[in-house]
């Protein structure tokens, strides 16, 4: 069993904003594959479907970012699901726009949500797929990350997600970590 989880805030003041493009990397996957989160329990939206006859957790977490950790243990603890088994994908600052980086396992990098995931989980060792969004030029960072792409921001995210999608059903396939870094990064 897997878990695919996009990290985000909830609510419609934080729709589409930067910090979150886990979120919107996920509903790119789940609209190409005619999914949909339909169920709301572990203080998250999820879905667990057969895919290529493997079971896998579609989740978006409800915690807000700096305790999406909470969700994620709460689904990997009742679903008995390894921390190798799961693929979290959020926001990175310190990559350029649209940029995809796979990591197998790590410290968080500053990352709040990153952390509140390692502190639940007990581990590191879980996957990520990194998307950049670029470090602010003239603004605070939470300023940045809590606005919406411009129009030609969005369509080099849109592409990023179109790639995320690929990593997504990668991942399901039983692609490990290695694999995925050296096609992707």
């Known amino acids: 069993m897997k878990i695919i989880a996009g990290l985000g805030n909830p609510g419609k003041k934080y729709d589409r904003t930067k910090h979150n493009t886990g979120f919107m990397a996920l509903e790119t ?3 190409a594959n005619h999914l ?3 169920q709301e329990k572990f203080e998250g939206r999820y879905t667990k479907e057969k895919i ?4 896998v957790i579609l ?6 970012m700096n305790e999406s950790g909470r969700s994620i243990a709460a ?6 699901v390894d921390p190798s088994d799961i693929l979290v994908i959020h926001d990175d600052m310190d990559m ?3 940029k995809i980086r796979i990591r197998a396992n790590g410290k968080s990098g500053g990352h709040n949500g990153i952390k509140s995931i390692i502190r639940d989980l007990g581990t590191e060792k879980f996957n990520r797929l990194k998307i950049g969004i670029r470090h602010p030029e003239k603004t605070s960072v939470v300023s940045w990350v809590l606005t919406p792409f411009t129009g030609d921001q969005q ?7 179109q790639t995320a999608e690929q990593v997504i059903a990668d991942f399901i396939a ?4 290695q694999y995925l870094m050296n096609k992707y990064n």
């Open 29 to 31: 996957y789940l609209q």
């Open 36 to 38: 949909e989160l339909s």
């Open 52 to 55: 290529n006859g493997e079971d």
């Open 59 to 64: 989740l978006e977490p409800l915690t807000f």
């Open 75 to 80: 689904v990997a603890n009742f679903f008995k």
């Open 96 to 98: 350029p726009l649209g």
């Open 155 to 161: 369509k080099e995210m849109d592409a990023a997600f």
């Open 174 to 177: 039983g692609r490990d970590a």
